[in-house]
């Protein structure tokens, strides 16, 4: 019995017959997780292998740091990317949309979108990237010792990770909050109702954070169970092991989306907190940080451009009427020298998945099955947040 | 050790380091030693290079910082405006809950079973040889997580128990089993009587302790053999039992009942800290069984036979005879079975148990990046506890260990 994991979620029903599977011989069941293509075996349960791998991460990650490998913190990590010929890119377990294997093993998602731009801005080759799936707990020690060149993992950009943890983050890429999701049957209507409710959160997240201060502000109690994947999350509130799922509201509407009835599913009104979710660098390499910051930025400024997969072509062939296309295509100007890249850089970047808004459209549009509006992410000439400073 | 007749006097020449048998394990106890420092002193400076590269410093003030998330076992006093420190005591005394409660029941599992693989009984010692291999092959983060995915699905959760005619009900309306977790009632201490009950339950075990004590010392004494079954059964429950309705029973139960969306009231036993501790316990056992069983076979047979041929009974050959030799064998493995489950608690986070690798060393950790500070607390703690509990079982082995005389 191979579960694919969250694109096929464990469903109550899958997870009882695997559990028949466990009485009949294997003592072990195994899910069936691809990381780029690679199968990885994974035996039943809360923790896997490969969690386990990445709480062995964070500790080495920590030792990395106490100087077992001397070189993490270099400056140059275009230079090392450049070597290895492939961007390390931190993103999640998986979560559908964002980030999360297809059945081929090939990452794919709105996260996955920026990560394979930036490897097409850099190397020119979408996808030259080594996905390295990370926990809400892993992923900055992942980032700080050097094991991954940015993370992608939808990360609140928040003052402590910015100043403290020492990360730079190059700008926001979805404006979220987080929400709560209950069953239906449960006929809760409003998040003040869930005084003395079980709540499942993923520790080492804002979440835990909020969560605990939303019901200290409202005076009610709750039980927190701290989790640490989506996977497991999903898993424990769809068995009745918490009422409530709290996360930020994209992933609960991604979550909910792979479940096997999302109709049995609410998501409450109140929403909690400011989560502006972004991709991240390590302090102290600026350069790096501008390669990805303007990568972001192309992405955003293409779509009020009006730059598109379709017509980048056409439009990178020779100079237009329009000057700064041309300066962001590279016909025009040395952008592309002054990031130290091929003039080139960001019509890669665009043509890899397409300008912000066919990324978001492809992977969590309302056409998908997590219909996401823009909202808050539409571009600023139609009333959203999305503002590119300009290509000069 | 090589015996040099009268060696030469007064010339110390250097290559005597290497050559003279007296001064060359000297000699290379110093390389060795100056190594280890000079390795360690690379790391420190390495650390400290890297870390001021990176902008970092070491300091241990977030500890005195708010937490800010909460903890859902709180053995004592905590919430999210708490410090991180508050979280890790949390933390450690979640830690050292489970410990507990795993080396005592490993070592009820680990004796019972030992014991039982030497039976006569050829079902008994098979079943017995099933359970120690079994458990002891099948890596211990498994059967966690095996335990804790069987009660999160085949239990029911809280809401099956609603309605007129709920799916589920308690047990004996005093028990509540639930896919978050066992609730059973919660004794309640009616002021200074109920201490007062208590009080006289610890006096009476003592006072079993010291009857048995008393027997023994007879036995050895004067050969005279006093009962001690029914005698230690009527101190155990009548005093106590006698004390309380001469009190006018001052201790009620506390049910669980089902309030909102929860079970209220009562203890509650979740499910992660029973599937950590069961999963612990088991795997333990099955370890110890086996150095129960060694030391029962490290008495040679002569023993059993010159016991009884003195006419002792079975049971006594073995209380008497067997077990007080054996336990000089089984107690230094037992130490390590017990350290074992201290440092396999840590496996915790897997089924979300917040003991101190998941307070300290991960959400703590991880909000405040304070990552080598919390790993070398961690260490110390983990380190602290493991040679203490080696000190007091040590004490315990040295008062069993042969004496000699
Ligand atoms: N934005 C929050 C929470 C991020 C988070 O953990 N999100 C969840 C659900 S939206 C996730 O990505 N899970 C994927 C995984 O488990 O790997 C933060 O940065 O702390």
């Known amino acids: 019995m191979a579960v694919v994991l969250c694109a096929a979620p464990l469903t109550p029903e899958a997870f009882k017959q695997s559990l028949g599977a466990l009485r009949g011989r294997d003592p072990l069941i195994h899910y069936t997780v691809y990381r780029d293509g690679k199968k990885i075996d994974r035996p039943l349960g809360v923790t896997t292998q490969e969690e386990v791998k990445m709480k062995k991460t964070a500790f080495y990650g920590a030792l990395a740091v106490a100087g077992l490998a001397a070189s993490t913190a270099s400056a140059a990590t275009l230079d090392d990317v450049r070597e290895r010929g492939v961007l390390n890119c931190g993103v999640t377990t998986g979560l559908v949309g964002f980030a999360s294997p297809d059945a081929n093993g090939v990452w794919d998602g709105f996260d996955v979108g920026v990560c394979r731009a930036v490897a097409a801005a850099v190397l020119g080759d979408p996808e030259a990237v080594e996905f390295v799936p990370t926990t809400g707990k892993t992923r900055f020690t992942a980032l700080a010792s050097g094991e991954i060149d940015m993370l992608a993992r939808n990360t609140t950009w928040t003052f402590s990770r910015d100043v403290d943890l020492k990360f730079e983050f190059v700008g926001i890429n979805y404006y979220d909050g987080q929400g709560f999701m209950v069953p239906r049957d449960l006929g809760v209507s409003s998040a003040k109702d869930l005084d003395g409710a079980t709540v499942c959160i993923q520790t080492g997240t804002t979440t835990e954070l909020n969560l605990a201060d939303y019901f200290r502000a409202n005076n009610i109690s709750y039980e927190p169970v701290p989790i640490e994947t989506n996977a497991e999350a999903q898993q424990q509130y769809l068995a009745g092991a918490c009422d409530v799922y709290t996360t930020d509201a994209s992933g609960l509407a991604a979550t909910r989306a792979s479940f096997e009835n999302p109709g049995d599913h609410v998501l409450l009104p109140e929403i909690v907190s400011k989560e502006p979710l972004g991709p991240l660098v390590r302090h102290g390499d600026n350069d790096w940080g501008d390669i990805v910051r303007w990568t972001l930025n192309a992405l955003i400024a293409a779509e009020e451009l009006g730059v598109t997969s379709a017509n980048i072509e056409e439009l990178a062939a020779a100079p237009t009427g329009n000057p700064e296309v041309n300066r962001l295509l590279g016909t025009e100007g040395e952008l592309g020298a002054m990031l130290g890249l091929e003039a080139d850089w960001a019509k890669n970047a665009i043509a890899a998945g397409g300008n912000y808004g066919e990324l978001f459209e492809k992977n969590i549009g309302e056409n998908t099955p997590i219909g996401l509006a823009r909202g808050l992410n539409a571009q600023w000439t139609d009333g959203g947040l999305l503002y590119s400073p300009p290509f000069r | ?405």
């Open chain 2, 1 to 405: 050790m090589t015996t040099v007749t009268d060696p030469p006097q007064g010339s110390f020449r250097l290559s005597m380091l290497i050559n003279d048998t007296r001064y060359r394990s000297y000699t290379f106890q110093f390389i060795a030693l100056a190594l280890l420092i000079a390795f360690m002193a690379y790391l420190g400076m390495n650390l400290v290079r890297n870390l001021a590269a990176a902008g970092l410093n070491i300091s241990f003030g977030f500890l005195g910082e708010p937490a800010g998330y909460d903890i859902n076992q709180r053995p004592i006093e905590y919430d999210s405006q708490s410090t991180h420190f508050r979280a890790a005591a949390v933390g450690i005394l979640n830690t050292l809950i489970v410990a507990f409660l795993a080396c005592v029941t490993a070592t009820i599992f680990g004796v019972i079973a030992g014991v039982l693989r030497l039976s006569n009984n050829w079902v008994i010692r098979k079943l017995m040889s099933f359970y120690v291999e079994i458990f002891r092959n099948i890596p211990v983060l498994i059967w966690i997580i095996i335990i804790f995915s069987i009660m999160t699905v085949s239990m029911p959760a809280p809401r099956a128990f609603r309605g007129e005619n709920p799916d589920s009900s308690m047990l004996f309306d005093m028990f509540a089993f639930t896919n978050r977790g066992v609730y059973t009632p919660k004794p309640v201490l009616d002021g200074a009587a109920g201490w007062i009950v208590i009080a006289v339950f610890i006096a009476s075990v003592i006072g079993i302790f010291a009857y048995r004590r008393y027997a023994t010392k007879k036995l050895y004494a004067t050969g005279q053999l006093l009962p001690t079954f029914w005698p230690s059964i009527a101190m155990f429950f009548v005093p106590t039992i006698l004390v309380y309705f001469i009190l006018g029973r001052p201790i009620t139960l506390d049910y669980p009942s089902l309030q909102g969306f929860n079970f209220q009231g009562g203890i509650q036993l979740r499910g992660s800290l029973i599937a950590l501790w069961f999963a612990l316990a088991i795997y333990t056992g099955a370890f110890i069984a086996e150095n129960v069983r060694a030391g029962i076979q490290a008495i040679s047979k002569g023993q059993t036979e010159a016991a009884a041929s003195l006419g002792l009974r079975p049971g006594r050959i073995m209380n008497l005879v067997i077990l007080p030799q054996a336990l000089r064998v089984i107690i230094p493995p037992l130490i390590s079975q017990y350290l074992n489950i201290t440092k396999n608690s840590s496996l915790a986070i897997a089924v979300g148990y917040m003991d101190v690798t998941a307070t300290l060393g991960g959400i703590t950790l991880n909000q405040t990046g304070r990552a080598i500070e919390a790993i070398l607390l961690l260490m110390l703690f983990y380190l602290t506890i493991s040679l203490l509990i080696s000190a007091v079982m040590n004490v315990y082995n040295n008062s069993v260990k042969l004496k000699e005389r």
